[in-house]
């Protein structure tokens, strides 16, 4: 066993040595390390409230609502398009490769923490110059610059031949400063982004189904209810028509009527086409086709009031957690925060590990003999000197926006309860109306009813009755339009507040 080491292993052990030094100092990392943000939330449901104290109500903290809330509509329509749009719907499927793209570029992240391997092969046809660095080397061997030896020498290496090559090649850059930890942390960070916004596409989806939907209905029961305020016209029209021809009435009290009637068989048409127009807008959100839901979607007898449980939202620093706008704003925070490490990194040196087992031969049947082996192993170090201040101003960059991230946070979470107040200052007004109306509408059907009797009883005349029942018809106009507007409230208090099954899985 020879005492004194050879040149190729005091190269390898220097190798190894550099390479046990960046292992030592692997375990830095640059950049500030992300502190999850708590979103600002009252103590209470009354806190943070505009308006007067009347809209606040009585909001349950033991419970929250259902995350299938639309399912509280006991409406088999509803929940039909609902489903449809969670399968179909053209945006939640574009978000979706959203997040599909940024799992990607996630694994795309966590790559670069692995050593890059990559294997070769190669057949050219060479010829070398007669008087190129070979012919040189030749001279100066020799020590001649002439004679027939040389030339025949000279002659017989620029002959034409093929080299055979193939073999491995493998590179690690070691993570000194963090860079690719950083790298994977703001990866992590652009997934659940993503996975929020998908989220929050469901939540939007789901209440923009049913503000279309109690739109479209609310729109067939005023056309329902302005076809028999027509046919309650006519029958007035006829009525004075006839006393008119007799003399009872004179003609101006006909033609007011009949103006009258007019204007409102010119109100039909705007519906109709605002009833085509609504149930296009769903159709759109589903991914279908105009048209394709018209059998869904036909009109159907009046349901009346929805029935809606109690407001139960949960604590309010819950619902705060719980939105996806929320998350995703956080997200996007702790992925600009690790951003700042990554611009840091690229200040520092970069140490890689590479190497390389190659076979070389001029005959193909000498290509896997050990002899032609080739092979090359050791660390190469690249240390930025001058950039112009190049990633200098990236890490101010990367700051910069690491700030602005953290100014749309707070804004987020503001705009948030905003929304949540005005959410519930709209349902509990709205509910407050519906009551008044539904009892209006509870007077002018007593009152249709006394007119009928009286009517029988010779007291009225039939015009009296329809003036009644007109009257009825108005008020019942007035309570679908509240009922529809209740559920378009509920569906944007649900929305205001983050109410899905993936939001309570976040949280």
Known sequence: MPLIPSASSISLRQALAASLLAFGLAGCTMGPNFT??????????????SGDPSLYGTIGTDASLHADWWRAFNDPVLDELVRRGFAASPNLQTVALHVAQARVQRGDAAAQALPQVQASGQVTRQRQSEYGAGTRLLDVVSGSSSGADRDALVKLLSEPFTLYQTGLDAAWEIDLWGKVR???????????????LLDFARLSLSSDVTRNYFDLRTTQRKIMLTREEIAALRERTDLLSARTAGGINNGFDLERQRSELQGLEAQ???????????????????????????????????????????????????????RPDIRAAEARLHGATANIGVA??????????????????????NLFDWASRTWSIGPSVSLPLFDGGRRKRVVLLRELEQK????AYQHTVLQAWQEIDDALNGYTAEQQQNAKLAARVE?????????????????ITWLDVIDSQRAMLQASRDLADSNGRLGTRYAALNK????????????
Request: charged share 20%; no cysteine.
């Open 36 to 49: 999850k943000p708590v979103p600002a939330a009252p103590s209470d449901w009354t806190s943070w409230r």
């Open 182 to 196: 950083r790298s994977l942390e703001a990866a992590d960070a652009a997934v659940a982004q993503q996975a929020a």
């Open 268 to 322: 039909l048409p705007p519906l109709l086409a605002q009833e085509a127009l609504q149930a296009n807008q769903i159709a759109v959100l589903l991914g279908e086709r105009p048209g394709a839901l018209s059998e869904l979607l036909k009109p159907v007898a009046d349901g009346g009031k929805p029935s809606l449980p109690d407001l139960a939202l949960g604590l309010p620093s819950e619902i705060a957690l719980r």
């Open 344 to 365: 840091k990194a690229d200040i520092y040196p970069s140490i890689r590990l590479g190497g390389g087992f190659n076979l070389e031969s001029y005959r193909s049947d």
């Open 404 to 407: 602005e991230a953290a100014v």
């Open 443 to 459: 007077s002018a059907r007593d009152a249709f009813d006394l007119a009928t009797a009286r009517y029988r009883g010779g007291i």
């Open 496 to 507: 205001a507040i983050g109410n899905s099954s993936a939001s309570a899985e976040a949280k």
